[in-house]
């Protein structure tokens, strides 16, 4: 550099010092700027705006009372600034709430904070808590008079957690290209989750979002996968694209707008799974439900819909269906003691939580079906496919994966006119 300061002086400003030294200063700030780090979208050590670099929060944990989490590997419990405590396998943390703050009570010890942090004392080590194992590091903290557990990792190990406990992993290579696809669907709805820039948590461990099961979710098979995949997301012109995945569309998958009411989204329309339905491997490609008559009424009771349960059912007709061929409008024509008729009209996918299951363990598995009332006064559905029917459809994934069709060809398909950039650039 003094070199170069030498040269600028005797060769290009002989006799002119303030220009010399202005000259000199913008070519070094040039130089210094051009040369100075940057920062990677994610970086899950940034505890300050772990939004804007793009590490996760996973909640997994709150409750208005008090809760153990009993330790199972060796720990550092921390707050905003000191480190308190090592804690050793085998002991428990009890939290409560203390006034505006939290009381980790762990054997003889009191610890008073308004956060807790929870870090191996390996770095290369996940978290085991409550016999679960966690990457990153764990924050306890208190709001509005709840306890919350949450968390907080890179992206790619959140990715990594939910593969297994969302997916059909199959046997062999078979589900290989459909395992790329899905990494990136979930990588690209974690992303977008974090834009939402939640107070202190991004997405739930469960199926209001994405399920998560940290460590004991991962293989090394869709570890590899992941990691092939790093930072890939699916794109719709200047932003990340909007996603939604299901199990089975059952040969149709459906406009988002029929679902979620959304506005129409170009990419999320209904496309035929292949005219020989790719998704017909699936257990739930076709499907039957029986309910008698008592069951059929008490559901229609139980979700607000009748003002008792005695009634019979006179009739049940499909008034309209959605393009895909799931119903849009089903009618129940219900008659009371006195002979009297009710009508009711369920709509779209919010018929599914209504009608449920003939077990009752669930609800129904999608809206794309045939209803009959037959002699013996039993309600029977016949149906296809399984979930809400948006975006991509899993075992219609798989069943191209099978076929020897690519992870892009497989994302084009489900979401036509996307295209898959890498978050890191």
């Known amino acids: 550099m003094n070199l170069f300061y030498s040269i600028i002086s005797n060769k290009i400003f002989p006799s002119n010092k303030i220009l010399i030294d202005f000259f000199f200063l913008l070519i070094f700030g040039i130089v210094f700027l051009s040369c100075s780090p940057t920062k990677r979208i994610f970086d899950a050590d940034n505890e300050s705006d772990p939004n804007l670099y793009g590490s996760i929060r996973v909640l997994l944990l709150?409750?208005?009372?008090?809760?153990?989490?009993?330790?199972?590997?060796?720990?550092?419990?921390?707050?905003?600034?000191?480190?308190?405590?090592?804690?050793?396998t085998g002991?428990?943390?009890?939290?409560?709430?203390?006034?505006?703050?939290?009381?980790?009570?762990?054997?003889?010890?009191?610890f008073v904070s308004t956060n807790f942090y929870l870090d191996s004392e390996d770095a290369n080590e996940?978290?085991?808590?409550?016999?679960?194992?966690?990457?990153?590091?764990?924050?306890?903290?208190?709001?509005?008079?709840?306890?919350?557990?949450?968390?907080?990792?890179?992206?790619e190990d959140y990715v990594k957690g939910v593969m297994t406990k969302e997916m059909p992993i199959g046997n062999g290579?078979?589900?290989?290209?459909?395992?790329?696809?899905?990494?990136i669907c979930v990588r690209t709805y974690a992303f977008n989750k974090i834009k939402e820039q939640k107070d202190f948590f991004d997405i739930y461990t469960d199926t209001r979002d994405q399920v998560?099961?940290?460590?004991?979710?991962?293989?090394?098979?869709?570890?590899?996968?992941?990691?092939?995949?790093?930072?890939?997301?699916?794109?719709?012109?200047?932003?990340?694209a909007t996603i939604f995945y299901h199990s089975t569309c059952g040969g149709f998958t459906e406009d988002v707008e029929n679902v979620f009411g959304k506005e129409s989204i170009p990419y999320l329309t209904s496309v035929e799974d292949g005219s020989d339905h790719y998704c017909k491997i699936s257990p739930r490609y076709e499907w039957?439900?029986?309910?008698?008559?008592?069951?059929?009424?008490?559901?229609?009771f139980k979700s607000d819909l009748i003002e008792s349960n005695n009634y019979l059912v006179d009739n049940i007709e499909i008034i309209?269906?959605?393009?895909?061929?799931?119903?849009?409008?089903?009618?129940?024509?219900?008659?009371?003691?006195?002979?009297n008729e009710k009508t009711i009209t369920l709509i779209g996918n919010n018929m599914r939580s209504v009608i449920r299951s003939g077990d009752n363990k669930s609800i129904l598995k999608s809206n794309y079906f045939e209803v009959e009332l037959n002699q013996n006064k039993e309600i029977v559905i016949d149906g296809k496919g399984s979930g809400h029917g948006v975006g991509m459809c899993q075992w219609g994934a798989i069943g191209q994966s099978k076929l020897g069709v690519d992870y892009l060809n497989i994302l084009s398909h489900y979401f036509p006119g996307t295209k898959i950039k890498n978050s890191y650039d």
């Open 62 to 88: 709150e409750s208005f009372e008090e809760i153990s989490i009993k330790i199972g590997s060796k720990i550092i419990l921390s707050n905003e600034s000191n480190k308190l405590a090592e804690i050793k």
């Open 91 to 110: 002991n428990s943390i009890m939290l409560s709430i203390n006034s505006n703050n939290l009381l980790a009570k762990i054997s003889d010890q009191d």
């Open 126 to 155: 996940s978290i085991n808590i409550n016999s679960k194992k966690y990457r990153g590091r764990i924050k306890i903290l208190l709001k509005k008079s709840k306890i919350e557990i949450v968390n907080q990792m890179g992206i």
């Open 173 to 183: 290579m078979e589900n290989y290209q459909a395992l790329k696809a899905f990494s």
């Open 212 to 240: 998560y099961g940290g460590v004991d979710g991962e293989t090394d098979y869709t570890n590899k996968i992941v990691d092939e995949t790093a930072g890939q997301i699916l794109t719709y012109e200047y932003g990340p």
């Open 288 to 300: 039957k439900e029986n309910y008698s008559e008592e069951v059929f009424v008490d559901r229609l």
């Open 320 to 339: 309209s269906r959605f393009g895909s061929g799931r119903v849009n409008k089903l009618k129940i024509s219900l008659l009371d003691k006195n002979g």
